[in-house]
């Protein structure tokens, strides 16, 4: 098994320049002997348990001579390992964490953000960060082309800025854990992939949040199997565009984000687009190297998901109804008539036997959600919010199929014409 490890870690390797193979085998090393280091901890990957405790120290330990290596001159030119990409428009509450946590990382050489036209203070945050952090480029979007979201158009003209030979497109409202971009860069070497993406974890400060988004990510992991994303034979792709890594020749043969323009989730089309070609990829939900609190209000949560959940979940009338079938509160609804009838002086013992079935059908969906939420690793306590995280999940899905098919769907003050399915 070692032997075939091995034989991938060099196939990776030899698909970068020379620099760029040197510093991943410094990479693989020091991952290697972070693994001897903790075996007792028994941890499939390193850096994994409590993370953001033991990560800042250990990012210090290799700023030595070899990660300084990899910023050297190579005639006369400084390389770059990784460009981040940060599209942005409106995020002047969030553009200065994200940069900053991005900037930290030592493999990171430069950060690239796009402002997307903003309208708010977006600029002017950046322009003070512009004086802070050297490695930081700001570019300007300008108008938006006909037929392009503007995100894609954002993340296209900053790859096409980006000196590195991988490029780290990310999202305004992330943070990075120090060293996530080094804990991608050896997913890479460890899984023989072009493009390794992270789920984040959430930030949910708020009862809609911890109501909906769990209840979102539950369905998908149910529908998005993180072993057949990874595995090879299988047609089966997917990624998140909040922590999307991937190989500069591998992005550029699948046509980038030109490739896919129009694409409202364009982080699965760019996955789909990486897997047909048959390149590898790895696609899974780590904790402790990067999070995010995706919307801060109710309003941007609702067009959030309405933007893009009917997609997210196939894209089918045929799908949508059987997701409505499984998740909507029916047993919730039953339980309220027959109490409505009981307080109506309705007493019969087909009333009684219906509410029994009717708590029986919602204690056993209270057990499966506890039970989706340990696997995802979210507090089992959330339970409590099942039933407004059922019926919200349930409208979210309604609304989202009617924009996706028959309406427009609304974005950063963006309107895109739906395309019917």
Not at 62 to 75: C, K, M, Q, W, Y
Not at 182 to 191: E, I, N, Q, S
Not at 215 to 240: E, T
Not at 259 to 277: F, H, M, N, T
Request: aromatic share 10%; net charge positive.
């Amino acid at each position: 098994m070692r032997g075939l490890a091995v034989e991938s870690e060099w196939k990776v390797l030899w698909r970068t320049p020379a620099y760029a193979r040197f510093a991943l085998t410094v990479i693989g090393t020091r991952k290697q002997h972070e693994k001897s280091r903790n075996k007792s901890q028994n941890q499939s990957s390193f850096q994994f348990p409590f993370q953001s405790a033991i990560q800042a120290p250990y990012n210090r330990s290799i700023a030595d001579e070899r990660t300084n290596s990899l910023a050297a001159p190579v005639d006369g030119i400084v390389k770059t390992l990784v460009s981040a990409i940060i599209p942005a428009r409106n995020e002047e509450a969030s553009i200065a964490r994200a940069v900053q946590s991005v900037a930290l990382s030592l493999e990171v050489g430069e950060v690239i953000v796009v402002n997307d036209q903003s309208t708010d203070r977006t600029a002017a945050v950046l322009a003070e960060l512009a004086g802070q952090i050297p490695k930081l480029r700001v570019l300007e979007a300008g108008p938006l082309p006909a037929g392009w979201v503007g995100k894609n158009h954002a993340a296209s003209i900053g790859a096409a800025a980006a000196q590195g030979d991988w490029l780290l497109f990310t999202d305004a409202d992330t943070y990075h854990y120090p060293g996530a971009a080094r804990r991608a860069l050896a997913d890479a070497v460890d899984h023989d992939a072009v493009l390794v993406s992270y789920s984040p974890e959430q930030e949910m400060q708020t009862w809609w949040e911890r109501a909906l988004v769990p209840f979102v990510y539950c369905r998908l992991a149910g529908k998005f199997s993180f072993a057949r994303i990874n595995d090879p034979k299988q047609p089966d792709a997917a990624a998140n565009g909040q922590f999307l890594l991937v190989l500069r020749d591998a992005y550029q043969a699948v046509g980038g984000h030109r490739g896919v323009a129009g694409e409202i989730l364009e982080d699965v089309a760019l996955a789909k687009r990486v897997k047909q070609r048959g390149y590898r990829m790895y696609f899974t939900a780590p904790i402790g190297v990067v999070r995010t609190r995706m919307y801060p209000s109710f309003a941007a949560m609702w067009q959030g998901w309405t933007k893009n959940l009917y997609r997210l979940m196939g894209g089918k009338s045929r799908s949508l109804f059987f997701e409505l079938i499984e998740v909507l509160p029916i047993a919730e609804a039953g339980l309220l008539i027959v109490a409505l009838l009981y307080f109506a002086g309705v007493g019969t013992s087909l009333l009684a036997a219906s509410a029994c079935v009717f708590l029986g059908v919602l204690l056993a969906r209270h057990v499966a959600y506890a039970a989706a939420l340990y696997r995802n690793l979210y507090p089992t306590s959330y339970i409590q919010y099942y039933v407004p995280g059922s019926a919200l999940y349930g409208a979210a899905l309604v609304v989202s199929w009617w924009k996706s098919t028959r309406g427009t769907v609304v974005w950063k003050g963006r309107e895109y014409a739906a395309k019917t399915s």
